[in-house]
């Protein structure tokens, strides 16, 4: 602690040294300090203005580059109804953005270029433009307008479930550090539940004087049967985090104390998925670096890596603690009949209760 503190007063003396120097050459007559070079000259202006072009065009290529280099980190075709026209949407945004930015910047160091300081040399005021003000702030206006009308529909078309579709009700319950899953039984209705009835073989605090919550039953992998609407309720046992499934383009914050939903329909099974050309390759050039990888392992006496399999996954979306990147679980998309015939296999709340008293 007394290093600590030593070194401290030591970077304080220094900056006081250099505080009290700026403070003598601001002291100093023009003639001086012109002498000593603060004042920017042709010479000046003329490097600096080529260093703001050179700037732009290496951002523009490292930019270029950057899209090229990582498209193999670009999410593949989505798996859910919706979200086609979310990428749609995502899209033209981004599109949006790039033109917008891409002549901006480009006027911006083009500008600090030609208009660079000269000897005698005078800037033009120009006070206003009516017209060019109109210009400018109606074309963002009417864009941000209409992508915001467009995400709003979106959104509403996602939520809006239509319960002739026979939704299947299922709930994501989020602790520290994992999910566990609730599907709502032979009722479709989930039971009442509160972390306040979390005991014993009660791991998510279903309410157990609700008749509703009797066929409940808690499962540690999601399925879901392909094209059937899926509405998701999602609840916290203790701090906030998000329910992340990025191939379904679905996110929503789980929040503690309250209940949050969203809704989605899958459309391609995992099996599906797999056997894509885009996931085939990705697979294949993630195991070769595996291999790699486990040659060095191996050499050093360590155990090999697992070949990888695709599957899709739950996430959490929010740095929720120290373990946080290990809140994962497995999504199983299969057809309705699978799906049927994995839930006759999962146990009702009501019989985990009865196994609990004998």
């Known amino acids: 602690?007394?290093?600590?503190?030593?070194?401290?007063?030591?970077?304080?003396?220094?900056?006081?040294?250099?505080?009290?120097?700026?403070?003598?050459?601001?002291?100093?007559?023009?003639?001086?300090?012109?002498?000593?070079?603060?004042?920017?000259?042709?010479?000046?202006?003329?490097?600096?203005?080529?260093?703001?072009?050179?700037?732009?065009?290496?951002?523009?290529?490292?930019?270029?580059?950057?899209?090229?280099?990582?498209?193999?980190?670009?999410?593949?075709?989505?798996?859910?109804?919706?979200?086609?026209?979310?990428?749609?949407?995502l899209l033209l945004t981004t599109v949006v953005i790039m033109v917008v930015q891409f002549l901006t910047q480009a006027l911006l160091h083009w500008f600090s270029y030609k208009y660079r300081g000269k000897k005698g040399q005078k800037a033009l005021f120009y006070a206003d433009n009516d017209r060019l003000e109109f210009i400018w702030t109606a074309i963002p206006v009417v864009v941000l307008?209409?992508?915001?009308?467009?995400?709003?529909?979106?959104?509403?078309?996602?939520?809006?479930?239509?319960?002739?579709?026979?939704?299947?009700?299922?709930?994501?319950?989020a602790y520290q550090f994992g999910w566990k899953v609730r599907y709502s039984g032979a009722d479709n209705t989930l039971g009442d539940a509160n972390v306040r009835f979390i005991e014993g073989s009660n791991i998510i605090g279903i309410d157990p004087t609700d008749a509703d919550g009797k066929d409940d039953m808690v499962a540690t992998e999601l399925h879901l049967p392909v094209n059937r609407p899926v509405v998701f309720n999602f609840r916290?046992?203790?701090?906030?985090?998000?329910?992340?499934?990025?191939?379904?383009?679905?996110?929503?914050?789980?929040?503690?104390?309250?209940?949050?939903?969203?809704?989605?329909?899958?459309?391609?099974?995992?099996?599906?998925?797999?056997?894509?050309?885009?996931?085939?390759?990705?697979?294949?050039?993630?195991?070769?670096?595996r291999r790699q990888k486990s040659k060095e392992l191996e050499a050093a006496g360590d155990v090999a890596l697992d070949q990888y399999e695709f599957e899709y996954y739950l996430l959490c979306n929010k740095i929720c603690g120290a373990s946080h990147y290990n809140m994962q679980m497995k999504i199983v998309v299969e057809s309705e009949e699978d799906y049927n015939e994995w839930l006759k296999t999962q146990t009702t709340f009501e019989t985990t209760l009865a196994n609990a008293k004998n």
């Open 1 to 89: 602690m007394t290093a600590f503190l030593i070194i401290l007063i030591a970077a304080l003396f220094v900056i006081a040294l250099w505080q009290i120097s700026k403070i003598v050459q601001l002291g100093k007559t023009p003639e001086a300090s012109t002498a000593d070079g603060e004042i920017a000259n042709d010479a000046d202006n003329d490097r600096q203005g080529k260093y703001m072009l050179y700037f732009v065009i290496a951002m523009y290529i490292m930019m270029i580059a950057c899209f090229i280099g990582y498209q193999d980190f670009f999410l593949p075709d989505a798996a859910s109804a919706h979200g086609a026209e979310y990428d749609s949407l």
């Open 145 to 173: 307008a209409g992508l915001i009308l467009w995400g709003l529909f979106s959104w509403n078309d996602i939520m809006d479930v239509d319960k002739h579709e026979d939704p299947l009700v299922v709930e994501l319950y």
């Open 236 to 289: 916290s046992q203790d701090v906030l985090h998000s329910a992340y499934m990025p191939h379904f383009r679905a996110q929503m914050n789980v929040v503690p104390g309250m209940v949050t939903k969203f809704s989605f329909t899958p459309t391609v099974t995992s099996e599906d998925y797999k056997s894509t050309e885009f996931m085939t390759k990705k697979v294949s050039k993630i195991n070769e670096i």
